[in-house]
């Protein structure tokens, strides 16, 4: 089903802010103000957080506004634009080592999903990250089978508290 009226407008507006999977000029100044409301919880949803990795070139910490799909009882990561995304780049760099933030900080370990089982989670994901729908090529209410065609392209990382990483290392 192709969206129409005003969700093909965002539709479209979220594509063009985000060309080749990499933020244009608007996106990184609106996704400089996320990082504040996410990493601070203020006047934002629980689901909201700020992810801090050490950047694999510059050593330097880098952040990144996210939106926590749980699934099951656990926590999870999506990469809304893909592979190439830069924050998939430096947590695999970092071992999954990361920090979340949402008015406090939170030490975890990010541990990547495989493949097959990434396709319920795709599924909540789309159900409270309504920013991702236009990066993800599946409807939301599409059948699970959708998810799992696209569950490739989207790396997963589930989330561990840090004591909980080191025993399960």
Same mark, same amino acid.
């Given at each position: 089903?192709?969206?129409?009226?005003?969700?093909?407008?965002?539709?479209?507006?979220?594509?063009?802010?985000?060309?080749?999977?990499?933020?244009?000029?608007?996106?990184?100044?609106?996704?400089?103000?996320?990082?504040?409301?996410?990493?601070?919880?203020? *006047? @934002?949803? =629980?689901?909201?957080?700020?992810?801090? $990795?050490?950047?694999? /070139?510059?050593?330097?910490?880098?952040?990144?506004?996210?939106?926590v799909a749980e699934h099951e009882g656990e926590r999870y990561l999506v990469a809304m634009l893909g592979e190439s995304t830069n924050w998939v780049r430096n947590v695999r760099a970092a071992g999954g080592r990361a920090v979340l933030c949402h008015g406090r900080r939170e030490r975890v370990r990010l541990v990547e999903v495989p493949v097959t089982e990434r396709a319920p989670i795709l599924r909540r994901? *789309? @159900?409270? =990250?309504?920013?991702?729908?236009?990066? $993800?090529?599946?409807? /939301?209410?599409?059948?699970?089978?959708?998810?799992?065609?696209?569950a490739a392209d989207h790396p997963v990382f589930r989330v561990v508290a840090d004591a909980a990483a080191e025993r399960a290392a």
């Open positions: 089903m192709a969206p129409s009226g005003p969700t093909q407008l965002l539709h479209r507006l979220k594509r063009w802010m985000y060309p080749a999977g990499r933020p244009n000029a608007v996106a990184r100044v609106l996704n400089a103000v996320a990082k504040v409301q996410h990493g601070t919880g203020l *006047l @934002a949803p =629980a689901e909201w957080v700020t992810l801090e $990795v050490v950047g694999r /070139r510059s050593g330097r910490v880098v952040s990144a506004p996210l939106v994901y *789309l @159900a409270v =990250a309504p920013g991702a729908r236009p990066h $993800v090529a599946v409807d /939301r209410c599409a059948p699970l089978a959708e998810f799992a065609r696209v």
